[in-house]
């Protein structure tokens, strides 16, 4: 099973300014099968980022992916009110099962 | 509109069985997987396992496998997720969620069900 740690577990900033989430893999990811997810409190996660660098339909163009092999970032290129949240990564290329990172929790700073 | 919708919360005690189900419309219900993830409080997500309406074909996370079963209903496009026997660790939020590809279960998730809660309390 692929375990997938993400980095840091919190990160404070304030709108307008940019964020990089980390997500690394104990190994490498099939065909870069990683994820990013968003989710806030009471709702279900919201797909961002598929195939390691593919916007999902919908996601605006600041949500950026990167990264192959083990070591994956989510960047947020200038942070709206509304991207405070919990990011997960996933990695679905070595299942079953898929497996999640533990998240990293973006909070206004 | 694509979608999932989920059975509503649920409240039960240790040792009581439960099935929660999951209903997709909208799209080909037989020509996509559906899986389950589990996020018990204040904490992350967790993959249980996916299924097949197609033809049930079914995988578990090594976790969940014996802990649950998960099953489909083609007929009424709706997959379901079930205990026989509930813990009080089960207490949780389970989500299913359909991935982006037709017959792929290789796939992100890209449409997300409202979320179950269950909760296991005596």
């Known amino acids: 099973e692929i375990v997938l740690t993400q980095s840091p577990g919190t990160l404070s900033l304030s709108p307008g300014e940019r964020a990089t989430l980390s997500c690394r893999a104990s190994?490498?990811?099939?065909?870069?099968?990683l994820a990013w997810y968003q989710q806030k409190p009471g709702q279900a996660p919201r797909l961002l980022i598929y195939g390691a660098s593919s916007r999902a339909t919908g996601i605006p163009d600041r949500f950026s992916g990167s990264g192959s092999g083990t070591d994956f970032t989510l960047t947020i290129s200038r942070l709206e009110p509304e991207d405070f949240a919990v990011y997960y990564c996933q990695q679905y290329g070595s299942s079953p099962p898929d497996t999640f990172g533990q998240g990293t929790k973006l909070e206004i700073k | 509109e694509v979608q999932l919708v989920q059975s509503g919360a649920e409240v039960k005690k240790p040792g009581e069985s439960l099935k929660i189900s999951c209903k997709g419309s909208g799209y080909s219900f037989t020509s996509y997987w559906i899986g389950w993830v589990r996020q018990m409080p204040g904490k992350g997500l967790e993959w249980m396992g996916i299924?097949?309406?197609?033809?049930?074909?079914?995988r578990y996370s090594p976790s969940f496998q014996g802990q649950v079963t998960i099953s489909a209903d083609k007929s009424i496009s709706t997959a379901y997720l079930q205990w026989s026997s509930l813990k009080a660790s089960d207490t949780a939020m389970y989500y299913c969620?359909?991935?982006?590809?037709?017959?792929?279960?290789?796939?992100?998730?890209?449409?997300w069900g409202q979320g179950t809660m269950v909760t296991v309390s005596s």
């Open positions: 299924i097949y309406p197609g033809d049930s074909d079914t």
């Open positions: 969620a359909r991935p982006r590809g037709e017959w792929l279960f290789h796939d992100a998730f890209d449409i």
């Open positions: 190994q490498s990811v099939s065909s870069s099968y």
